[in-house]
């Protein structure tokens, strides 16, 4: 089955414990992304890559790094997470041509005390 | 990319056409319409997308009048399971990448 895979689906930490969520997608798609969903805010990119070894920035791209060493994964890394970054998160990937939509991920709910 | 508004919330009967619709007066003509939902806190879905003439799958109708200002999505028999958020987002032509903009969308809640 075509998908984006994240893990884990809910994750509790402490303020300055390095986190990494991860973003697997079994589609050979070229775009992959990060987003971030709040109440009132929507959904808000934070990184994205267009391939392999290329990464750019998003809206809100602060306290966030990203690699994209493999076509298929693009893990979220949180290297000093703080309680802002409370939030639940997405992953999503298209290919490059033919676009018909993104596939996102069944999401990942933070939870920084 | 274009800026799009829909009516915050919306009810619907099940069993009955849901007409979802969406202005989008500034768009260029590069731009395409796409529609997505989001079932409670679940990962966004596809729908459909359209430049101009309107459109069918299986999930649902888009139908772009002709100024292409608005546009309307119609789900043609809705069921509870189409309680969800729906998106409209205006974005260049499909063989681009680039981010998808969400807006608030419209809150569909399907009644028995």
């Known amino acids: 089955e075509a998908q984006v895979t994240q893990n884990p689906r809910y994750l509790i930490t402490v303020t300055g414990k390095k986190l990494t969520v991860t973003c697997s997608q079994n589609m050979n798609h070229e775009y992959m992304s990060w987003y971030r969903q709040d109440p009132g805010l929507g959904l808000r990119q934070i990184y994205y890559?267009?391939?392999?070894?290329?990464?750019d920035k998003g809206d809100v791209p602060e306290g966030y790094k990203v690699s994209r060493k493999e076509k298929r994964n693009f893990p979220l890394i949180l290297e000093s997470p703080s309680p802002n970054q409370t939030s639940l998160y997405f992953c999503?990937?298209?290919?490059?041509?033919?676009?018909?939509?993104?596939?996102f991920g069944s999401g990942t709910r933070l939870t920084v005390v | 990319d274009a800026k799009t508004t829909q009516p915050p919330s919306m009810d619907c009967a099940e069993g009955r056409a849901a007409n979802l619709p969406c202005n989008h007066s500034?768009?260029?003509?590069?731009?395409?319409v796409y529609w997505y939902r989001q079932i409670h806190s679940q990962g966004p879905q596809y729908i459909i997308h359209?430049?101009?003439n309107n459109e069918t799958n299986e999930m649902a109708s888009l139908i772009i009048t002709e100024d292409r200002k608005s546009s309307t999505l119609i789900l043609p028999h809705a069921t509870l399971r189409d309680t969800a958020v729906y998106y409209c987002?205006?974005?260049?032509?499909?063989?681009?990448?680039?981010?998808?903009?969400f807006g608030a969308g419209t809150q569909v809640v399907v009644t028995p």
């Open positions: 890559s267009m391939n392999v070894e290329v990464t």
């Open positions: 999503a990937s298209s290919p490059q041509t033919g676009w018909r939509g993104y596939t």
């Open positions: 987002i205006v974005r260049v032509a499909p063989d681009s990448w680039g981010k998808l903009q």
């Open positions: 359209g430049l101009k």
């Open positions: 500034t768009i260029s003509g590069n731009e395409y």
